[in-house]
């Protein structure tokens, strides 16, 4: 009985430590400028050059550069997709308007 439990608890842990190793990082860094189009609590829309609206979720480890940005700002901002696929942001550029 102390065999088998120790054999299982063993391949457990192999598997475990294996799923680690084989997992690829989910997090992806990215740059986008735009225009910020709209804005909803902690969230922005921003307009980017070739017409597509990206939606980017501010959170309370967002660097802001100056302000927050407002309607009609360009932007740039840098952002990391997390676990959940949302565009977290890590610092926001204001270009300008």
């Known amino acids: 009985m102390r065999k088998r439990t120790i054999f299982i608890l063993s391949v457990v842990g192999v598997s475990i430590i294996f799923s ?5 990082a989910l997090a992806e860094h990215g740059v986008f400028d735009g225009k ?4 909803e609590f902690s ?3 921003v307009k980017g050059d070739n017409g597509r609206v990206s939606v980017f979720w501010l959170g309370h480890k ?3 550069d100056s302000r927050v940005p407002f309607f009609g ?7 990391i997709k997390d676990k ?4 977290a942001v890590t ?4 270009l300008g308007r």
Do not use: A, K, M, S
């Not at 700002?73 to 952002?79: A, G």
């Not at 959940?84 to 565009?87: D, K, P, V």
């Not at 610092?91 to 204001?94: A, G, K, L, P, Y």
């Open 43 to 45: 969230v922005i829309q």
């Open 73 to 79: 700002d360009r932007v740039r901002i840098e952002f």
């Open 20 to 24: 680690f190793l084989t997992t690829p």
């Open 36 to 39: 910020v189009v709209g804005t």
């Open 84 to 87: 959940l696929g949302r565009n």
């Open 91 to 94: 610092r926001v550029t204001i």
């Open 62 to 64: 967002t660097h802001l």
